[in-house]
């Protein structure tokens, strides 16, 4: 696993300008700032180090830590941001324990684990450690990866192919983020969190899922488009009934048969009103293409869950120009 170099990348917080005798009280007080509900302790009186680097990635951020061996605890604020992110950290050198929801693993480099912000957590630095943390939108995981809230502090390894793979795309995403615009760091973060299906974790998760759900899951992506989908239609694909289908989609994923129909037709949309692909359609072009039969119904979904009008979800992947 190769280190991360901040040299020539602006930071947030860098201690290495900081005279010796002030560092600990600038980091402790530095870190919080950053990260609302974040507490520092036991770090070390003349610490030799310490840089926070933050680079925007679409609706999300990646941050690259350089930290002295500390203790870390968290407790959920009372912003408007409460609970509405996952973090995927990455152990690019030395060591941590992540601890949450009663559950706790120890990582080595290369090793990566999530945690949701939703939940207090604890973090304890062994030694000298760098960590590249990718802030991601829960409802954007949670969307394709339901099971993963199971998988808070939990260890993915790095030996994994599917977990190096991993990293070594957030180690390319942390170089060129400054230099993408906003259409491709929304790009970026779509494709990093298709990544995590490859980990070792995940893979694990979703092959414990019902083979019934998978199909089904696989029948509904290939029929999303089709606007008279239904419930009825997924379930008689599988030689199955409607009612056995649901019990076996909520059992696994939480969701019925048409919640995961509409869940992946508006999580569709979304990206594609953030896709330049798309940039010359319509929203009632995209709302169609998805299997939306009324745009003005699409448009009232689409706020409910996204807490946005499609056309303020578009804007906000447009470049400002000057």
């Not at 933050?54 to 930290?67: D, T, Y």
């Not at 929801?101 to 480099?109: A, I, K, M």
């Not at 829960?138 to 939990?154: G, N």
Request: glycine share 8%; proline share 5%.
């Amino acid at each position: 696993m190769e280190t991360v170099n901040l040299e020539g990348l602006s930071s947030l917080v860098d201690l290495s300008g900081i005279e010796r005798a002030k560092r600990a009280d600038t980091w402790a007080g530095a870190a919080p700032a950053v990260f609302p509900g974040l507490s520092i302790h036991s770090i070390e009186a003349n610490p030799n180090l310490g840089a926070i680097l933050q680079r925007r990635v679409g609706p999300g951020a990646l941050f690259a830590i350089s930290s002295a061996p500390a203790e870390v605890s968290y407790a959920p604020s009372s912003s408007g941001e409460i609970g509405q992110f996952l973090t995927m950290m990455l152990q690019a050198e030395g060591a941590t324990i992540a601890s949450q929801r009663q559950r706790q693993c120890e990582l080595s480099t290369g090793d990566i684990c999530f945690i949701d912000e939703r939940y207090p957590f604890r973090l304890s630095g062994q030694e000298y450690s760098q960590l590249l943390l990718l802030r991601m939108p829960r409802a954007l995981v949670m969307s394709r990866f339901p099971e993963i809230e199971h998988l808070v502090a939990t260890l993915i390894p790095g030996r994994d192919p599917g977990t190096s793979l991993l990293a070594h795309t957030l180690l390319h995403l942390l170089r060129v983020a400054g230099d993408l615009r906003e259409a491709q760091q929304h790009a970026a973060m779509n494709a990093v969190i298709h990544l995590l299906g490859a980990t070792s974790g995940l893979a694990v998760e979703l092959e414990n899922v019902h083979w019934r759900v998978q199909k089904a899951l696989d029948f509904i992506e290939l029929n999303l488009s089709i606007p008279g989908l239904t419930a009825e239609q997924v379930a008689q694909a599988q030689h199955i009934s409607r009612r056995r289908l649901d019990q076996l989609m909520r059992d696994a994923l939480g969701l019925s048969i048409t919640g995961q129909i509409w869940n992946r037709r508006l999580q569709r949309a979304a990206d594609d009103l953030r896709d330049a692909r798309w940039a010359g359609a319509s929203i009632s072009q995209i709302a169609f293409a998805n299997g939306f039969e009324d745009p003005a119904h699409f448009a009232r979904a689409f706020k409910r869950r996204f807490e946005m009008t499609p056309g303020q979800w578009r804007a906000l992947a447009r470049p400002v120009t000057h």
